[in-house]
């Protein structure tokens, strides 16, 4: 066998049609489960980082309280009060710098009741203007407040002088960053809150205000970040980053550079910065951070006027996020591998062992279809396989046994033709009697004359039946030869046809092939069963039969068939002595008879069924309105493997012929051409005129 016919071997095929779907459940199952576990590990990913952006939010602005909390401290502080209503510049100036130093403040400012400043703890010289602050504004109308601002470069050198060097942030390109001719931050953000101050009597004396400069502040980027991000989730890795970005710029973080320093002064990308900046909107998404890619979220900040001045973000890095989603893919499919490979090995193991007991059953049949009727398979199981090698054992005992039948039938023929063989030699004998008579008439011309006539009428449908007799019987034995011959390669293609559609690849691709075959090979068995019937001897059982009942029994279940054909049907059923004769012969033969009567009369007509009474015997007429034969035809008509119709085995009328003959009746056909046909069945109706006859 070449190394294609292995391949497409039923060994293989049952193979792949067992492995394939599999293989393929599992790959979809692999292929969801770690598109489910992607977005699972993303969507969690990304639901952390935005919990994480509202605990950013909540430290943030907790800050912001913390501080308007210190203002609020100082401005109801007695000293500091004091020094306000009795002027004096010491006692302001050290109240204000031990609370500015005490609450860490970046600076702390003191007004009267016009927001005229009277003393900066951070910068004492400095006074007498009017800072243009919201809050300030609010607060001496005895609303305080707190907020996020940005004050220019000279702003916070007025509140402090020491402050430039923390503003001064040189700006750093970075990809997607939007375009900027700056160089360097203009001014700084801080948390700013203001607080009104008041006397004894409730009258408004004051402000006092204070801020802390975000700007380089990066323990409350570091705290936010301590608070929300653990890095025990991946193996100790520090993932977790958060700044706060003033306009676009990072002025607080712990994202790193390249460096491996803070990534102070590098930008916002320009998609997130319009999103959050131009549209307000929150960014929930994976956005490219410095050099890399992050899960981030992104709020903006507001000052008091409601204007976004800055961004607060917190964000993990992908890589840990992406290690892990490839760490679990590759898991996935190697598991995916394994059980392929352990499916195949299985499958391919039955699929091996079924293919052997199949071969077995083939070498098996090679053996039937050359004669060995003796073999048997061994079934080893009780599955479908074994109870196919049962139906194989069933098969050739039935063959066994049919062989042994057809030898009977064969030896009976004989038997039959020696019997005619001596129905033969007892004419002979009549006849030579006759001959005899013959000589001793000779002295009356007139009378010689009309023995002479009838006897060789006699004569000649004595050898006409004796000539048709020694056909059929030597047709006979022939026929269950053949039959036999036939019969034995038709089974075997049955049973390896069968086999054949078992295969569920072959049953499909050959189905139109299959099928004809199926048909064929059904015909086939039906020409052999009627050449089988022909030959067959029948065992005559006779009793009382209503010849009348019968004809009624055949043609009711046929008149809707009439009905459709258009063929009238009329029946003069006149005949009232009861028959003695075999039934089912009888019925066979005038069956045969009126189905080739309607075949006939393919464009409808007139069918009469007479039955009456002749002289001891019953006569049966069926005429129709068909086609008619030619006296050719009449005369053929009753020979085997005769037939007008191209579907016919013309072994139909032979065997009714026969069986008319062997009930001792006979049969007279009136045909003509396009004029109908009138056939008359005579039956004796006295059972000894039968026993004589037979």
């Not at 980082?49 to 943030?60: F, P």
């Not at 703890?121 to 504004?137: H, I, S, V």
């Not at 410095?290 to 976004?308: G, L």
């Not at 072994?651 to 396009?674: A, F, K, Q």
Request: with cysteine; hydrophobic share 40%; proline share 3%.
């Amino acid at each position: 066998m070449t190394a294609k016919g292995k391949f497409f071997s039923l060994k293989w095929k049952l193979t792949l049609a067992n492995v394939l779907l599999p293989i393929l459940t599992m790959t979809l199952a692999t292929v969801f489960a770690i598109h489910t576990i992607n977005g699972f590990i993303s969507r969690q990913a990304q639901n952390k980082i935005i919990n994480d952006l509202n605990s950013a939010h909540e430290i943030y602005y907790s800050s912001l309280k913390c501080l308007k909390e210190k203002i609020n401290r100082g401005a109801t502080s007695y000293s500091l009060i004091k020094g306000l209503i009795e002027n004096d510049p010491a006692t302001l100036k050290r109240e204000l710098q031990n609370l500015r130093e005490n609450e860490q403040l970046t600076f702390l400012t003191l007004t009267d009741s016009s927001g005229q400043v009277i003393m900066r703890a951070g910068n004492p010289e400095f006074k007498n203007d009017r800072p243009n602050l919201p809050l300030l504004a609010g607060a001496l109308i005895g609303s305080p407040g707190v907020s996020t601002e940005t004050l220019t470069i000279s702003e916070l050198n007025q509140e402090n002088h020491n402050l430039k060097h923390l503003v001064d942030i040189e700006l750093i390109s970075t990809p997607r960053a939007r375009k900027t001719e700056l160089t360097h931050l203009e001014g700084g953000m801080l948390m700013l809150a203001a607080w009104p101050i008041h006397d004894a009597r409730g009258n408004i004396i004051g402000a006092l205000y204070g801020g802390k400069l975000l700007n380089r502040n990066n323990n409350m980027v570091d705290k936010i970040k301590k608070v929300i991000f653990s890095t025990a989730a991946f193996s100790g890795q520090d993932i977790g980053t958060v700044t706060i970005f003033q306009d676009d710029v990072r002025i607080a973080t712990n994202v790193l550079d390249s460096s491996g320093n803070r990534a102070l002064g590098t930008r916002v990308s320009k998609e997130v910065y319009d999103k959050v900046v131009i549209n307000r909107q929150q960014w929930n998404d994976r956005a490219f951070v410095v050099n890399n890619w992050y899960i981030s979220a992104y709020e903006p900040i507001y000052n008091a006027r409601e204007k976004v001045i800055g961004i607060l973000y917190v964000g993990m890095q992908e890589k840990p996020f992406n290690a892990f989603r490839n760490s679990v893919t590759a898991t996935l499919l190697l598991i995916l591998g394994v059980g392929a490979v352990l499916t195949f090995m299985v499958v391919f193991f039955y699929a091996y062992g079924f293919s052997r007991r199949l071969s077995n059953l083939k070498d098996e049949l090679k053996k039937v279809s050359i004669g060995h009727f003796k073999t048997e398979v061994k079934i080893q199981s009780n599955d479908e396989l074994s109870r196919l090698a049962l139906s194989f054992n069933e098969m050739i005992k039935a063959l066994h046994e049919r062989d042994a039948s057809i030898e009977q039938l064969h030896r009976e023929l004989e038997n039959k033709v020696a019997q005619r063989t001596t129905e033969l030699e007892t004419r002979n004998r009549e006849l030579t009697e006759m001959k005899h008579h013959l000589l001793e008439m000779m002295g009356d011309k007139k009378a010689i004359n009309y023995r002479l006539e009838e006897s060789l009428q006699h004569l000649q449908q004595a050898q006409q039946q004796l000539v048709r007799s020694g056909k059929l019987a030597a047709l006979g034995s022939l026929v269950a030869g053949v039959a036999h011959e036939i019969n034995n390669p038709v089974n075997i293609i049955s049973g390896n046809l069968e086999l054949l559609e078992m295969d569920p690849a072959i049953r499909q691709r050959f189905a139109t092939e299959i099928e004809l075959i199926t048909t064929q090979t059904g015909r086939i068995k039906k020409i052999i069963g009627n050449m089988l019937g022909f030959a067959r001897v029948r065992q005559t059982t006779l009793k009382e039969i209503d010849i009348n009942l019968i004809i009624n029994q055949i043609i009711t279940p046929l008149r809707p068939q009439l009905e459709d054909l258009q063929i009238s049907l009329e029946t003069r059923l006149l005949a009232q002595t009861t028959l003695v004769s075999e039934e089912e012969s009888l019925s066979q033969i005038i069956t045969n008879l009126f189905c080739n009567s309607i075949q006939a009369m393919p464009d409808g007509g007139h069918i009469t069924i007479t039955t009456r009474e002749e002289q001891g015997c019953v006569e049966i007429i069926l005429s129709d309105s068909g086609c008619g034969m030619t006296p050719e035809q009449v005369e053929n008509m009753f020979n085997p493997f005769y037939s007008t119709k191209a579907e016919g085995t013309g072994l139909g009328l032979s065997i009714g012929y026969e069986l008319l003959r062997s009930l001792g009746g006979d049969i007279n056909v009136d045909s003509t051409p396009n004029q109908g046909t009138t056939i008359t069945i005579n039956l004796p109706a006295n059972p000894l005129f039968l026993f004589s006859n037979k």
